[in-house]
């Protein structure tokens, strides 16, 4: 008989973590928080469960860390879902992956629209099965007129392959007269970028002791402050979101410069 590893997930709840809100001062919160969510397989092999156990549960740590947030206020959260690497994993766990997305939106969708919250994704998109595909544009769709935190997905996404994509596009500008080479400008570069919406992050977060950015919005985090925790990513709750928060309201940033 094969166990129900899911039921572990359900209603589970995290423990409290207001001690580190009250901490954290308002006028010095990241902008933007982008999120590399690692180590779900290890997590779930350290359990004897099958991968797909580890996912489930980083779902459930993706869910309160989105929540954890939307609390504070942050402006903006971008989460490092699935790489242009990942590919790479066997195909039954790739499509655990599109199903476990699928099954996120239709057990969080209303929530997200309660909180106000707007739904952007990053990454090369085509390439994911179509009902993925129209699952993204019924969540774009629904939430585009939200004037809340952005919660952005990183989906096929590899930050080479975006600059990449951004070379094409100024060198055909340029090959068409509609742009000059001098007026390639830093700002030119990052109005081209897929994440433009959002201010570059102000903090990079990444779970399971490796200390990598692994090729995760490349550009954009050129003076995000990095925080590496050792914890697997199903792990990780509310708590050491706010830990990192506050962790990050104390650095001094200089971007250079003295102070």
């Not at 919160?29 to 549960?57: E, K, Y």
């Not at 998109?125 to 004037?147: F, G, M, V, W």
């Not at 995000?224 to 650095?251: G, N, Q, V």
Request: with cysteine; aromatic share 10%.
């Amino acid at each position: 008989m094969v166990p129900d590893w899911k039921s572990l997930f359900r209603g589970s709840a995290q423990p409290e973590s207001s001690g580190f809100t009250t901490e954290i001062d308002p006028s010095r919160l990241p902008r933007h928080v982008a999120v590399i969510m690692d180590g779900n397989g290890r997590w779930a092999h350290a359990r004897g469960l099958p991968r797909a156990a580890g996912h489930h549960a980083g779902m459930v740590a993706m869910r309160e860390t989105i929540r954890a947030a939307d609390d504070l206020s942050i402006g903006a959260i971008t989460l490092y879902a699935f790489s242009t690497e990942n590919w790479k994993r066997p195909r039954t766990e790739i499509q655990y992956l599109w199903n476990l997305l699928e099954e996120f939106f239709r057990a969080d969708m209303d929530e997200l629209v309660e909180r106000n919250v707007r739904v952007v994704f990053i990454g090369d998109t085509r390439k994911l099965p179509s009902y993925t595909q129209k699952t993204i544009a019924k969540s774009i769709e629904r939430t585009k007129d939200n004037s809340g935190m952005i919660v952005q997905f990183a989906l096929n996404y590899g930050s080479r392959a975006e600059l990449v994509d951004v070379v094409h596009r100024l060198a055909q500008q340029v090959k068409d007269g509609t742009l000059e080479p001098d007026d390639i400008s830093e700002e030119v570069v990052t109005q081209c970028l897929s994440a433009h919406c959002v201010p570059d992050p102000d903090l990079l977060i990444r779970t399971s002791g490796d200390k990598r950015v692994s090729n995760f919005l490349l550009w954009q985090i050129a003076y995000a402050e990095l925080y590496f925790l050792d914890e697997m990513w199903p792990d990780f709750t509310k708590a050491h979101f706010y830990e990192a928060i506050l962790a990050y309201s104390k650095r001094e940033r200089r971007f250079g410069g003295l102070k």
